[in-house]
């Protein structure tokens, strides 16, 4: 069994992608995994990272908690849709606040970073509207990569699993309710 930490970066709590989320964590649950949900709509930060590096921000309560379930946490899980080909703002704020030098990575002898999150894995599920080839071909799913490869693996997380949920607002229930099975199928075993 896996520890897990669910981030879902939906502002509307009521719409699809939450449900996801919410039904992931349900699943993981029913199946044995310790596993939280933060939901990003639910909590209050500055999403500003106001002076860089250069001076310590202090991180508000939700952060701090955010950063004690990163390093407990064997497997992470992001929910997000992908708006303009990116994640949406409050996903990348978070990251800004919460995977600092110090915490995520640190650099000690050259260009390279020393990777602070090693020993975990992740998996990325995203919404979107666009058919998952748009995406692919003509954007270079450039904000998955951003967060796979730029965020996540940078900081030692791997293997980082995508999977895409596309022509959202085309899906008609049977299709919705076929997401949430499989959603709930990759739940349970946590990878």
């Avoid at 080909?85 to 915490?103: M, S």
């Avoid at 995520?104 to 970073?113: K, M, R, T």
């Avoid at 799913?141 to 965020?151: C, D, N, Q």
Wanted: glycine fraction near 6%; charged fraction near 25%; aromatic fraction near 12%.
């Amino acid at each position: 069994m896996k520890k897990v930490f669910i981030i879902s970066a939906y502002p509307n709590h009521e719409g699809f992608g939450a449900h996801l989320a919410d039904s992931y964590l349900e699943e993981s649950l029913k199946a044995g995994h310790e596993a939280t949900l933060l939901d990003l709509s639910k909590i209050s930060f500055d999403p500003i990272l106001h002076h860089g590096y250069k001076n310590k921000q202090k991180l508000e309560d939700d952060l701090l908690l955010a950063q004690k379930n990163i390093s407990w946490a064997d497997h992470l899980v992001f929910f997000f849709p992908i708006w303009w080909g990116g994640a949406p703002a409050i996903l990348k704020g978070f990251f800004d606040r919460v995977f600092l030098p110090g915490f995520a990575f640190s650099y000690e002898h050259g260009y390279l970073p020393k990777q602070l999150l090693k020993n975990k894995s992740a998996r990325i599920i995203v919404t979107m509207d666009a058919p998952a080839l748009y995406d692919s071909l003509f954007l270079g799913s450039a904000g998955i990569t951003l967060v796979k490869k730029s965020i996540l693996q940078f900081c030692g997380i791997n293997p980082v699993k995508v999977t895409k949920i596309s022509r959202l607002r085309y899906l008609n229930d049977k299709q919705r309710n076929k997401v949430v099975t499989k959603i709930r199928q990759i739940a349970k075993i946590a990878d």
